[in-house]
Nanobody, 123 residues
Framework: QVQLVESGGGLVQAGGSLRLSCATS????????VGWFRQAPGKERDFVAS????????YYADSVKGRFTISRDNTKNTVYLQMNSLKAEDTAVYYC????????????????WGQGTQVTVSS
């Protein structure tokens, strides 16, 4: 288990950009696979993107391909989610998650979770 803290959420107009950060306190994130998920009001938590620790392989939900980019900077112990061309339907609480061994697209693939950061896109 690792403690994760998300930041960077906020209110942005449609078409705008935000960059979310996922950091740890204490333990290194370098050897963890990391994913981003989001949950809109009244909906289930959905996969957004993930990145492996070993070779930086990335995976994206179809709904965000070409608009969102996941990356990591192990020197800063941080994983980022750059979100461009934001749409109203991207409004949700965004969570980062990490796991030492699993890298998947469902929330049970990750053992550690942050508290989430709110992203609101106004149309």
């Amino acid at each position: 288990q690792v403690q994760l803290v998300e930041s960077g959420g906020g209110l942005v107009q449609a078409g705008g950009s935000l960059r979310l950060s996922c950091a740890t306190s204490g333990r290194t994130l370098s050897f963890y696979n990391v994913g981003w998920f989001r949950q809109a009001p009244g909906k289930e938590r959905d996969f957004v993107a993930s990145i492996s620790w070993s070779d930086y392989r990335t995976y994206y939900a179809d709904s965000v391909k070409g608009r969102f980019t996941i990356s990591r900077d192990n020197t800063k112990n941080t994983v980022y989610l750059q979100m461009n061309s934001l749409k109203a339907e991207d409004t949700a609480v965004y969570y980062c998650a990490a796991d030492r061994t699993r890298l998947g697209v469902i929330d049970t693939d990750f053992g550690s979770w942050g508290q989430g950061t709110q992203v609101t896109v106004s149309s």
